[in-house]
């Protein structure tokens, strides 16, 4: 494991880069890591910049493989697309979600959202809505409390039936939004036409503020359009104080990153709750 930052550790595979053989090993093993519970997750707190109060928990899955050790979703998220594992897995993660939300509101925490990545490829299968809605009534929480994250590439597929099913959900009245923002191709006039309410500024661009003069102003001009056509900014993966300030001086709503936690086990978010909470 290599330390990453105070408190935050991050296990990885000496290359990042894996051989056909390798995929192909991994994906094996991964075939059976729901049955046998190798799979976990971890929360991050979402912070609302102007007031710091706690916001949401971003949901990031962990696999412990014992044959691999902790690979990171970077690696095995991709396997599981091509594989199609991706949609049990997925409707684990969802389901598991719910549940942890279930459980924040039993500690006060009704409002605090739980916000879950959501692959291109479950959205593409047909009973998709049907399970989120499954998971959302098993759980017994509103469906408001419910985050999906889904990026850009949902429009390559099928632009018609991807729409189409989003604005279902948020009828059913669970909340979207776009994930990874800048990192593809589309203008944020072209995806206005996603039902999403909320969009997340990727890290590689938060990571520009500081070294990046034309980067800043992108991040700000994209704050700025997202507020004119009524949609609430994330910033992910903010690490420094000149980040923050940065940020606040834009006015981005909400702030994810290491500066304010790491993802957190659910023990350790329950009392992130309690510690910013309103008395
Ligand atoms: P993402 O959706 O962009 O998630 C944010 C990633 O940035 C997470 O990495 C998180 O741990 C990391 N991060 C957050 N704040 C900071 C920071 O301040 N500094 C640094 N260096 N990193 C930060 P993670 O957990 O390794 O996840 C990687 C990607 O794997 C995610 O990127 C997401 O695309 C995918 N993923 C994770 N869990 C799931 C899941 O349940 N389903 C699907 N479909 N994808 C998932
Ligand atoms: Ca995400
Ligand atoms: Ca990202
Ligand atoms: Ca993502």
């Not at 044959?67 to 389901?95: C, D, H, K, T």
Request: contains cysteine; charged residues 25%; negative net charge.
């Amino acid at each position: 494991a290599k330390k990453e930052s105070k408190d935050c550790w991050r296990f990885y595979t000496e290359k990042m880069q894996i051989d056909a053989y390798e995929k192909m090993r991994l994906t094996g093993s991964l075939r059976h890591a729901l049955e046998r519970n190798e799979f976990s997750l971890v929360y991050q707190p979402q912070i609302s910049a102007t007031d710091r109060k706690l916001i949401g928990f971003e949901v990031l899955l962990r696999w412990n493989s014992p044959e691999y050790g902790n690979v990171p979703p970077m690696q095995f998220i991709p396997l599981a697309e091509q594989s199609g594992l991706i949609n049990s897995i997925g409707m684990w993660v969802l389901r598991e979600s719910c549940q942890f939300a279930r459980r924040l509101s039993e500690q006060g925490g009704s409002d605090i959202r739980v916000a879950v990545n959501i692959s291109s490829k479950q959205i593409a299968v047909d009973d998709f809505i049907v399970g989120v809605c499954n998971a959302v009534n098993a759980a017994g929480i509103d469906p408001q409390q419910l985050e999906l994250e889904i990026t850009e590439s949902v429009l390559i597929q099928s632009m018609e039936d991807a729409i189409g099913k989003l604005a279902h959900l948020k009828e059913f009245g669970v909340k979207l939004s776009l994930d990874d923002f800048g990192t593809g191709f589309s203008s944020l006039t072209y995806l206005r036409q996603l039902p999403v309410e909320t969009v997340k500024i990727d890290k590689s661009f938060i990571d520009m503020i500081t070294s990046d003069v034309q980067g800043a102003k992108i991040i700000a001009s994209v704050i700025n359009m997202a507020h004119a056509i009524n949609m609430k900014v994330v910033a992910e993966g903010v690490e420094t104080e000149a980040q923050l300030e940065y940020l606040l001086d834009k006015d981005c709503d909400i702030i994810q990153g290491y500066i304010f936690s790491c993802p957190i086990v659910e023990a350790a978010a329950m009392k992130f709750l309690a510690d910013h909470s309103e008395v």
